[in-house]
Nanobody
Framework: QVQVVESGGGLVQAGGSLRLSCAASGSTFSIGVMGWYRQAPGNQREFVATISSGGSTNYANSVKGRFSISRDNANNTIYLQMNNLKPDDTAVYFC?????????????WGQGTQVTVSS
């Protein structure tokens, strides 16, 4: 059974920082691209950042220069360092992982972690 688990959300004032973590575990053979997405109330889920197994990164324009995604392949974990947070960053942040199991490659989602930025 595969699990993708996020942690590190919370309440922070505008201008502050938070670090999110996401760990993939279970019967996985390989892990491909992993990333972060977010969903604010009343909005669709949107892309935030991704990182490949080789370390190549992509960011949404809205977070470039403020957020940084990194990866620890030895521990099947990715991180999202969020600096200079704004109230518009308030959302549930979801981790997504492209994993190979005995049934082939599939995308897996975590349960989400709440990030609230107060003005």
């Amino acid at each position: 059974q595969v699990q993708v688990v996020e942690s590190g959300g919370g309440l922070v004032q505008a201008g502050g920082s938070l670090r999110l973590s996401c760990a993939a575990s279970g019967s996985t053979f390989s892990i491909g691209v992993m990333g972060w997405y977010r969903q604010a109330p009343g909005n669709q889920r949107e892309f935030v950042a991704t990182i490949s197994s080789g370390g190549s990164t992509n960011y949404a324009n809205s977070v470039k220069g403020r957020f940084s995604i990194s990866r620890d392949n030895a521990n099947n974990t990715i991180y999202l360092q969020m600096n200079n947070l704004k109230p518009d960053d308030t959302a549930v942040y979801f981790c997504n992982a492209y994993l190979q199991t005995g049934r082939g490659w599939s995308y897996y989602w975590g349960q989400g972690t709440q990030v609230t930025v107060s003005s």
